[in-house]
C-alpha cells in the first residue's frame, strides 16, 4: 500500500501514541507525533477508599486505571474478586484487563451504544447488575464532564468522585511551531489530524492559533479524525473562536470508534 505526501498527526497524551505511530508508518504514512494534553498524577490528600465498600467503580480512562491501582498497592490494598468495573471505552477494557479485572466484572457500552457516559448508563440499566447497586465510586480526572454523576445520583445512588490525575494543556516549543506551521501550510501534504478528547480539540487549536498557522490552506488540505460525535462541535466551535479567520463549516471531520483499529481504518481507506 503506498500513500503518497500524507502525514498523520497523532495528539493523544505521551506514551499513548506508539503502537498506532507504528501501525501508520508500517503502511507507508508519515507520522507526527504531538500530544495536546499532559496528563499529571496529583496527590491524594486523602487515602484512596477501599473498593469493598463500594458495589461499583467507574473508571474514565486508562491512566485513571493505572493512578488507582498504583494507589491501591501503595497503600497494601487489592481489587476485590467479584467486584464491578465500568468505563466507556475499550482502551479503558484493556487497563483493567491488564491490572487483573476479569472480563465478566467489566460494564462498558455495547452493540450500538455510543462510547460515552450515556452509552455507559444505557449499558448499566440494562444489566443485572442494577438492581443491587447502592454506591457508586468515579475515579477521574480534576476536570470533565459530572453528567454521570449526576445521573447516577439522580437514581438514588451513593456517588463519590475521586481525582486523582490533571489534564493540562501542551504548548508547543518554538520548534514544534516551526515544524507544525511548515506541515500544516503545506496544501501539498495531505494531512490527517487525529483528535480524541474536548480538551485535547481546545489545546491544539489554541496552538494553531498562537503559531499564527493560516487556517484556510490548513482546512484544504487536512481531515480531522475524531472519535465521539460531539468533538465536531467541539472542533467547530473552538476553529470558529480561536481562528475567526477561518470558516469551520469548511472543515473535513471524520468520526471514527475510539480504537487503534478503527482510526487506523479509517486513515488508510481515506488515503
Known amino acids: 500500500m503506498h500513500h503518497s505526501r500524507a502525514t498523520v498527526i497523532l495528539t493523544r497524551p505521551q506514551g499513548k501514541n506508539q503502537a498506532l505511530q507504528l501501525r ?3 503502511a507507508g504514512l508519515r507520522v507526527a507525533t504531538l500530544p495536546a494534553l499532559t496528563l499529571q498524577p496529583i496527590a491524594a490528600t486523602d487515602p484512596v477508599p477501599d473498593p469493598a465498600t463500594f458495589d461499583l467503580i467507574f473508571f474514565v480512562s486508562g491512566f485513571a486505571v493505572d ?3 498504583d494507589l491501591l498497592a501503595e497503600q497494601g ?3 476485590p474478586q467479584g467486584l464491578r468495573a465500568g468505563c466507556v471505552g475499550p482502551g ?6 491488564r491490572q487483573g479485572v476479569a ?7 455495547a452493540g ?4 460515552d457516559s450515556s452509552g455507559f448508563l444505557a449499558r448499566l440499566k440494562a444489566s443485572a447488575v442494577f438492581a443491587c447497586l447502592s454506591s457508586v465510586l468515579i475515579v477521574c480526572g480534576t476536570t470533565g464532564n459530572p453528567w454521570l454523576a449526576r445521573q447516577l445520583q439522580e437514581l438514588s445512588l451513593q456517588v463519590k468522585r475521586l481525582p486523582l490525575y490533571r ?4 504548548q508547543w516549543d518554538r520548534q514544534q511551531q516551526r515544524q507544525m506551521s511548515s506541515l500544516l501550510a503545506d496544501p501539498a501534504e495531505k494531512k490527517y489530524v487525529v483528535l480524541t478528547s474536548p480538551q485535547g480539540i481546545e489545546a491544539f487549536v489554541d496552538n494553531l492559533a498562537t503559531a499564527q498557522i493560516d487556517p484556510d490552506p490548513l482546512a484544504e488540505s487536512t481531515t480531522f479524525v475524531v472519535t465521539h460525535e460531539g468533538q465536531v462541535d467541539s472542533l467547530k466551535h473552538a476553529w470558529q473562536q480561536k481562528l475567526p479567520a477561518g470558516n469551520a463549516g469548511t472543515l473535513r471531520i471524520v468520526q471514527a470508534l475510539p480504537q487503534e483499529d478503527a482510526i487506523f481504518h479509517i486513515v488508510t481507506i481515506s488515503d
Open 112 to 115: 450500538d451504544q455510543p462510547y
Open 77 to 79: 490494598m487489592r481489587w
Open 167 to 170: 489534564r493540562d494543556a501542551r
Open 24 to 26: 501508520f508508518e508500517q
Open 103 to 109: 472480563q465478566q466484572q467489566i460494564l462498558c457500552p
Open 92 to 97: 479503558t477494557v484493556l487497563a483493567l484487563q
Open 67 to 69: 493512578r488507582f491501582f
